[in-house]
């Protein structure tokens, strides 16, 4: 993997030529309840991200710094496995709020940067990645302004200006959405000039409010004509028709991926997401095995890849479906009108091999921790393709 640092003065535009020759491997992470550094398997990766700082009274900040800061410490310690690993720290995530208040005027982006700065000094960290979710657009209820847009470009530009003074490379990246709404309230063109890579979230894209069954984190392109006749299909046309959805088609990688090269976006500043998780739903009648039918409501929010591999590939009752054009797998169990929809080794296989096709910057996932520790885990199948 190709993550040496250069020199100081190396320019951004040759720092991102370098580490995408070949593509990055990125886990978010976050640390488990039985916390053992020493058995993450870092020397699969070239960048682990910790997972999550927040905004706290404008600063970013651990909500308990006395655990969670040794457990970072002893992230960076596994660096002696891997010299070439990148540790970064994230600060957001799903329903974090305060981004909105923090970067609205230049003293208060200034107090964060400063408290950023602080942390990856103390923490001897590599970069950091912003997971604002989202800018101009409410998250689980966060705080939205019209003025995120600019304001979100100024807070980046702030970042990379402070991350270049540091003696040693540092890499700044951002979560982005895979659904193109998000990209009316993001100044790309501008925002791309300080970030290394946006990290986009391919996953949730049928997500956990729905009661439609479908791909949650879908490679291939689907169009609408692909699902016609089903009640997935309608219900995209009724969000399509009275302007809740600018888009007909469902989602998928390749689709936000191309808008996004479309809009200008360096392929190699791209990085697409895999799921170490599931989404099933229960009530789910088995005309097309289940796949994008009404459901009575979802049967879990979702679940962890080792207990999918555990409890239900394990289970007869579970029929494992591979879809051609989205190329996804699913799961129908029949007696128990269960639907399952997840990443497992062959596709998150096949998201690596697409990546290196397309000359996108590599492949991210949430999260590490839900892998299995077995042989043949999702991160063996990422890695495996990733160095054919």
């Given at each position: 993997m190709s993550?040496?640092?250069?020199?100081?003065?190396?320019?951004?535009?040759?720092?991102?030529?370098?580490?995408?020759?070949?593509?990055?491997?990125m886990a978010y992470y976050v640390a488990e309840r039985d916390y053992r550094p020493e058995n993450i398997p870092v020397e699969m990766l070239t960048h682990i991200i910790y997972s999550f700082t927040n905004v706290i009274d404008g600063e970013m900040k651990f909500r308990n710094e006395e655990v969670a800061g040794p457990k970072i410490e002893a992230l960076v310690k596994q660096k002696d496995r891997n010299?070439?690993?990148?540790?970064?720290?994230?600060?957001?995530?799903?329903?974090?709020?305060?981004f909105s208040?923090?970067?609205?005027?230049?003293?208060?982006?200034a107090k964060f940067i400063k408290s950023a700065s602080d942390f990856i000094t103390k923490y001897k960290l590599d970069g950091m990645d912003m997971d604002w979710e989202y800018p101009g657009i409410s998250g689980a209820g966060t705080m939205a302004r019209p003025e995120d847009t600019k304001n979100f470009t100024a807070l980046m530009k702030g970042l990379r200006e402070m991350l270049d003074k540091f003696d040693s490379p540092k890499l700044l990246t951002f979560a982005s959405a895979g659904w193109k709404r998000?990209?009316?309230y993001v100044e790309m063109a501008e925002v791309m000039k300080y970030a290394d890579y946006t990290n986009v979230m391919t996953y949730d894209q049928v997500s956990g409010v729905s009661i439609y069954t479908g791909h949650h984190t879908p490679l291939?392109?689907?169009?609408?004509?692909?699902?016609?006749?089903?009640?997935?299909?309608?219900?995209?046309d009724s969000l399509?028709?009275?302007?809740?959805?600018?888009?007909?088609?469902?989602?998928?990688?390749?689709?936000?991926?191309d808008f996004l090269i479309k809009e200008g976006v360096d392929p190699k500043q791209?990085?697409?997401?895999?799921?170490?998780?599931?989404r099933a739903w229960k009530g789910v009648p088995?005309?097309?095995?289940?796949?994008?039918?009404?459901?009575?409501?979802?049967?879990?929010?979702?679940?962890?890849y080792h207990q999918i591999r555990d409890k239900y590939e394990q289970d007869s009752h579970f029929k494992r479906f591979w879809d051609e054009v989205a190329q996804a797998p699913y799961m129908y169990n029949a007696s128990d009108s269960i639907f399952l929809s997840y990443d497992d080794t062959v596709s998150v296989a096949l998201k690596t091999k697409y990546i290196m096709e397309k000359g996108l910057g590599g492949i991210m996932f949430w999260e590490l921790g839900n892998d299995t520790k077995e042989k043949g885990s999702l991160l063996d199948a990422i890695y495996k393709a990733a160095n054919e």
């Amino acid at each position: 993997m190709s993550c040496t640092a250069p020199a100081k003065n190396q320019s951004k535009e040759s720092l991102q030529s370098e580490s995408t020759s070949d593509p990055v491997i990125m886990a978010y992470y976050v640390a488990e309840r039985d916390y053992r550094p020493e058995n993450i398997p870092v020397e699969m990766l070239t960048h682990i991200i910790y997972s999550f700082t927040n905004v706290i009274d404008g600063e970013m900040k651990f909500r308990n710094e006395e655990v969670a800061g040794p457990k970072i410490e002893a992230l960076v310690k596994q660096k002696d496995r891997n010299s070439d690993l990148k540790v970064m720290i994230a600060c957001g995530g799903w329903g974090a709020d305060g981004f909105s208040d923090m970067a609205l005027t230049e003293e208060s982006r200034a107090k964060f940067i400063k408290s950023a700065s602080d942390f990856i000094t103390k923490y001897k960290l590599d970069g950091m990645d912003m997971d604002w979710e989202y800018p101009g657009i409410s998250g689980a209820g966060t705080m939205a302004r019209p003025e995120d847009t600019k304001n979100f470009t100024a807070l980046m530009k702030g970042l990379r200006e402070m991350l270049d003074k540091f003696d040693s490379p540092k890499l700044l990246t951002f979560a982005s959405a895979g659904w193109k709404r998000y990209y009316d309230y993001v100044e790309m063109a501008e925002v791309m000039k300080y970030a290394d890579y946006t990290n986009v979230m391919t996953y949730d894209q049928v997500s956990g409010v729905s009661i439609y069954t479908g791909h949650h984190t879908p490679l291939g392109d689907v169009k609408s004509e692909d699902i016609a006749g089903t009640p997935f299909k309608s219900h995209l046309d009724s969000l399509y028709a009275s302007g809740d959805n600018l888009d007909p088609d469902p989602r998928s990688s390749q689709k936000i991926v191309d808008f996004l090269i479309k809009e200008g976006v360096d392929p190699k500043q791209i990085v697409i997401g895999g799921a170490f998780y599931g989404r099933a739903w229960k009530g789910v009648p088995p005309v097309n095995n289940g796949l994008y039918q009404l459901s009575s409501g979802l049967h879990i929010g979702w679940m962890a890849y080792h207990q999918i591999r555990d409890k239900y590939e394990q289970d007869s009752h579970f029929k494992r479906f591979w879809d051609e054009v989205a190329q996804a797998p699913y799961m129908y169990n029949a007696s128990d009108s269960i639907f399952l929809s997840y990443d497992d080794t062959v596709s998150v296989a096949l998201k690596t091999k697409y990546i290196m096709e397309k000359g996108l910057g590599g492949i991210m996932f949430w999260e590490l921790g839900n892998d299995t520790k077995e042989k043949g885990s999702l991160l063996d199948a990422i890695y495996k393709a990733a160095n054919e």
